[in-house]
């Protein structure tokens, strides 16, 4: 089951018009990073927002936290001393619209400062707050963000021994992984604690086939080995051309 990542793909169009665009390309369900500017949008933003997915009739299957200011480089709040009011608060927010729109999967990205208990106690607050939506907290180990502490699957797992919540997961981004030099074959080993896949192909960071993963077996592994959720397409498009997906 594919998942189509909105901040990436059909960025040619507004925002609002993404999850349409989605449905009339196939796909089922959607993925987006925060969708917002700020921490705490007006209502009537998310009420916008919210229209959009579910006019489109597609399901919100991934959403993120705010992380920031992405463009200059922000990757998260998790782990930013002095802003856990700001991160809380956007806790709350992110929560109550994924439970209207049945969203289970929140991405909470660590941010750029290394893992203090302040940390582990906001991804508590995070996991304690989505447990009572049904919803769980995936955390993603990135590549290309110099100042970002988590690269490996390993690294996730061990935060999430010490954050030590059920609804706390692995967000295992093949291109990032790969890219970061992880052994992808080891994932498999582990699915109990994956919550959600994302997929784009290295190098480059297109769509499958524009590079060198053998992301379909590396997906076959998961899949034989237990891991029954989405996979999101979360790739910088080349060809612009879904048909990827006949070969999955």
Not at 17 to 28: I, S
Not at 94 to 113: D, E, K, M, P
Not at 156 to 184: M, S
Request: contains cysteine; negative net charge; charged residues 20%.
């Amino acid at each position: 089951m594919f998942d189509a990542n909105l901040s990436m793909l059909f960025t040619e169009l507004p925002l609002l018009e993404r999850p349409a665009a989605a449905r009339a390309a196939g796909f089922d369900a959607v993925e987006i990073w925060w969708p917002f500017a700020d921490a705490v949008p007006e209502t009537r933003e998310i009420e916008a927002f919210e229209s959009a997915v579910q006019d489109a009739g597609v399901r919100l299957v991934g959403l993120n936290f705010y992380a920031g200011d992405m463009p200059a480089g922000d990757r998260g709040l998790a782990s930013w001393p002095g802003r856990e009011t700001e991160f809380r608060t956007n806790v709350e927010i992110t929560v109550a619209i994924a439970a209207r729109l049945g969203c289970r999967t929140l991405n909470a990205l660590h941010g750029n400062f290394e893992t203090t208990a302040q940390t582990v106690s906001n991804y508590r607050f995070a996991a304690d707050v989505a447990a009572e939506a049904g919803a769980q907290i995936v955390i993603e180990p990135l590549s290309g963000a110099p100042l970002y502490p988590i690269k490996t699957a390993q690294q996730v797992l061990d935060l999430i021994d010490e954050i030590d919540r059920g609804n706390v997961k692995l967000l295992a981004d093949l291109y990032h992984l790969a890219t970061n030099g992880d052994d992808l074959d080891t994932l498999a080993d582990h699915v109990d604690l994956i919550g959600h896949v994302q997929i784009a192909d290295a190098p480059g960071r297109g769509e499958p086939g524009t590079g060198e993963l053998d992301l379909f077996g590396h997906l076959a592994k998961l899949r034989a080995n237990g891991y029954t959720g989405f996979v999101g397409a979360e790739y910088k498009p080349v060809t612009h051309s879904f048909a990827w997906r006949d070969n999955a």
